[in-house]
C-alpha cells in the first residue's frame, strides 16, 4: 500500500507537471497574440484575456501542488527548527499535517456540498450554472481546478506519511 500511494504522487505529479507548462504556454501565446493584435492591427480578440486568466488559475493551482509534492512550498516549521531533534521533527511534522489538512479538507468539502449540505449547493454546482462570458464554455471546466488541486496535495500528504522524500523522479524512474 505505501509504494502503491508513493507512485501514484510521483505520476500525479509528472502528469501536473505537464499539464501545469502546458498551460503557462498556452497563458503566454494568448498573451502574445492580445498584444500583437492590440499594437500591430488595433484590434485585440476578446477572448484572450479570458483564455490566459483562466490558464493562468490552472498554472497557479498545478503549481501549487508541484511545489508541495518537492518540498519547495514554505514548509511550516522547518526554517525555525532546521535541524531538530527527533521529537520536535515529529511534531513540527505533525502540525504540517494539521495545517494542510485544516486548509484541504473543508475546501474540498465544499467544492461537493453546499452550506447547508446537499450536492446542488456546492462550489462545482454552482458554478455548472455559469457560463464564460467571451469563451460560452462552462464555468465548471475552469472551477475544477480547485478541488482537482486540493485532492492531489491530498494525496502528495498521503505520499509523505508513507515515507515519501520530496524528491522528483522522472517518467523512467517510475518505471
Known amino acids: 500500500m ?6 501514484t504522487s510521483d505520476r500525479l505529479h509528472l502528469i501536473m507537471r505537464r499539464v501545469a ?3 503557462v504556454c498556452v497563458m503566454f501565446l494568448t498573451v502574445v497574440v492580445q498584444i500583437i493584435a492590440r499594437y500591430v492591427f488595433s484590434s485585440p480578440p476578446v ?3 479570458d483564455v490566459a486568466r483562466y490558464a493562468m488559475v490552472w498554472t ?3 503549481g501549487a501542488t508541484l511545489s508541495f509534492k518537492t518540498k519547495s512550498d514554505a514548509v511550516l516549521m522547518d526554517s525555525v527548527f532546521p535541524h531538530a531533534p527527533h521529537v520536535l521533527a515529529l511534531f513540527a511534522k505533525i502540525v504540517q499535517s494539521a ?5 484541504i479538507l473543508p475546501v474540498i468539502y465544499f467544492c461537493f456540498i453546499g452550506l447547508r449540505g446537499g450536492f446542488a449547493k ?4 454552482r458554478q455548472s450554472g455559469l457560463t464564460a462570458d467571451t469563451l460560452g464554455i462552462p464555468m465548471v471546466w475552469i472551477s475544477v481546478a480547485v478541488p482537482l488541486s486540493m485532492i492531489i496535495i491530498l494525496i502528495h500528504l498521503f505520499a509523505r506519511w508513507a515515507g515519501d522524500d520530496g524528491v522528483e523522479k522522472t517518467g523512467a524512474q517510475l518505471d
Open 2 to 7: 505505501q509504494h502503491f500511494i508513493i507512485s
Open 47 to 49: 477572448w484572450t484575456e
Open 21 to 23: 507548462v502546458f498551460a
Open 99 to 103: 495545517a494542510v489538512l485544516t486548509f
Open 122 to 125: 456546492g462550489y462545482l454546482a
Open 60 to 62: 497557479g493551482l498545478l
